[in-house]
């Protein structure tokens, strides 16, 4: 398992449209998480699972983002009618149980144009 | 106010030199502190995890918590050009099962 894996690593959308990120995990880790990251910033937590329960949903995202790990493998963060304010980079991470160490991925960069 | 505040840097250092990174936060619930490092335009890498009070060492790095006065340092020794990139630290409230980041340190070892 070579790691964290995000899909794509860049997206450029205009404004109102739909994006779908995803994320593959490393396959034994059952915890997977979403941040999104903005210059000079750190890391700001979205939504984790644990399998395919989604266990949080951070009360800053709005109705426009759903996330979703069907059967507790993969994860899709989709935003819907994008904003300007959404240009960012979204992370993945994955973790073992009570590890609480994360694994993050390269990450997806979005701009909002 | 932020839960986890980290000094903001930028820290300039030549090479060789310790360098110390610092957090404070005002969670009581956080009981595991993290450092990562993040390269430019990629994703964070764990570096330490520590849970008790005290050292803990890995190599040229340390990282220290002192629970009682809610402070959180990673120490850099014979600091190396490699070693430039942003610092993070994090911490976990278990019973929130999610990781809380500061904004980081961006540090820049010069040859």
């Known amino acids: 398992d070579t790691g964290v894996s995000q899909d794509p690593r860049h997206k450029i959308t205009k404004r109102g449209q739909n994006v779908t990120f995803r994320c593959d995990p490393i396959s034994e880790h059952n915890r997977l998480y979403w941040y999104r990251q903005t210059l000079g910033q750190g890391p700001e937590f979205l939504t984790y699972?644990?399998?395919?329960?989604?266990?949080?949903k951070s009360r800053l995202l709005s109705d426009r983002f759903s996330a979703e790990r069907p059967k507790g493998s993969f994860s899709t963060l989709e935003i819907q009618r994008t904003e300007q304010g959404d240009s960012a980079m979204y992370l993945c991470?994955?973790?073992?149980?009570?590890?609480?160490?994360?694994?993050f991925g390269s990450g997806t960069r979005l701009t909002v144009v | 106010q932020k839960e986890v505040e980290q000094d903001p840097g930028p820290l300039s250092v030549p090479e060789g030199a310790i360098v110390s990174l610092n957090c404070t936060y005002s969670n009581s619930a956080f009981q595991y502190f993290m450092w990562y490092r993040q390269y430019s335009r990629k994703g964070p890498e764990l570096l330490m995890y520590t849970y008790s009070s005290g050292n803990k060492e890995d190599g040229r790095f340390t990282a220290q918590v002192d629970k009682s006065s809610k402070y959180i340092s990673l120490f850099i020794r014979d600091s190396q050009p490699s070693d430039s990139a942003t610092y993070l630290c994090a911490m976990i409230d278990t019973n929130a099962g999610k990781s809380t980041f500061g904004d980081g340190t961006t540090l820049t070892v010069k040859p």
């Open positions: 699972f644990q399998n395919e329960a989604q266990l949080e």
């Open positions: 991470a994955s973790s073992y149980g009570n590890s609480y160490g994360y694994t």
